[in-house]
């Protein structure tokens, strides 16, 4: 009785603790971090879009580069990886406890918040070790990983089966996203009834076209994860960068690519928005 007692407080304490002012704090400082990449990949592919690149990588790699070279560079990235590690912590505590709402208990929205404590992690991890000095360990290419991982995945049995079902995955994610953005659902997870009209119109514009675009990104790169898979060509996978660049050679030129970039700011704008009106 008295084990069971005490699991029970143990059990209490820590769902207080996830719901805790520092948590939320957490929470809302990964916003901001997320913004700023976001912000920073679309000013990079407006660069490409108007230029040929000139070496320049439009990904997180990127970003966390493009920081390094300013001012205060290696303390701004410290700051940035540990808002992410914050953002990772939150949605832990979301995959143990569920997230806010009446339905944040689902087994499977505890399960994307699962997935995302992850990837936010590894974001975490990279931004950390370049901060730290491994040059090499966030500013990697993700075109370069992505055909490395797709290479030897197709070496396995049943290899082009999994790079198939991994890029559909990814294309499927990346339509759901879409999908969501367009159709608002992430209103409710935001405070609109405190924002002013001006600025609810303006928060419910960056979601749609934010979160559209970023949608479209994930789809497309997944496209090509299911071309390489097809094809049994490694080269055909294409990380973020190169899946951006890959929107000039449409018949809209580079003005696809502007579209496209101007939509992943918006996105980042509209992680801002989410670090002061989300409900944590």
């Not at 992850?118 to 950390?128: D, I, K, P, R, T």
């Amino acid at each position: 009785m008295a084990t069971g007692s005490a699991t029970a407080r143990g059990r209490r304490q820590a769902r207080r603790a996830a719901n805790s002012t520092a948590v939320e704090g957490a929470a809302r400082a990964g916003f901001v971090a997320r913004g700023v990449i976001y912000l920073l990949i679309g000013m990079l592919s407006l660069r490409i879009a108007f230029s040929d690149g000139g070496g320049e990588q439009a990904d997180r790699g990127g970003a966390i580069a493009e920081i390094a070279e300013k001012p205060l560079g290696t303390v701004l990235l410290w700051l940035l990886g540990i808002a992410l590690v914050g953002m990772a912590l939150w949605r832990l505590t979301e995959a143990a406890f569920g997230q806010a709402g009446p339905d944040g208990t689902k087994a499977s929205k505890r399960a994307m918040a699962a997935g995302r404590c992850v990837f936010y992690g590894f974001v975490a991890y990279s931004v950390l070790s370049y901060a730290a000095g491994q040059k090499g360990s966030g500013s990697g290419s993700s075109d370069q990983d992505s055909r490395d991982i797709t290479a030897k995945a197709l070496d396995w049995p049943g290899g082009q089966w999994i790079v198939g079902i991994a890029g559909a995955g990814v294309a499927g994610a990346g339509l759901w996203i879409a999908g969501r953005a367009l159709m608002r659902k992430f209103e409710k997870h935001l405070k609109m009834s405190s924002m002013s009209a001006t600025v609810r119109k303006a928060v419910t514009f960056l979601g749609m076209f934010g979160g559209a675009c970023r949608g479209v990104v994930f789809a497309v790169a997944g496209a090509f994860a299911i071309a390489a898979a097809l094809k049994h060509k490694p080269g055909k996978a294409k990380g973020m960068d190169d899946t951006l660049r890959s929107f000039t050679d449409t018949p809209a030129g580079p003005w696809l690519l502007v579209l496209i970039a101007v939509g992943l700011t918006a996105f980042g704008l509209f992680s801002w928005a989410n670090a002061r009106w989300r409900k944590v």
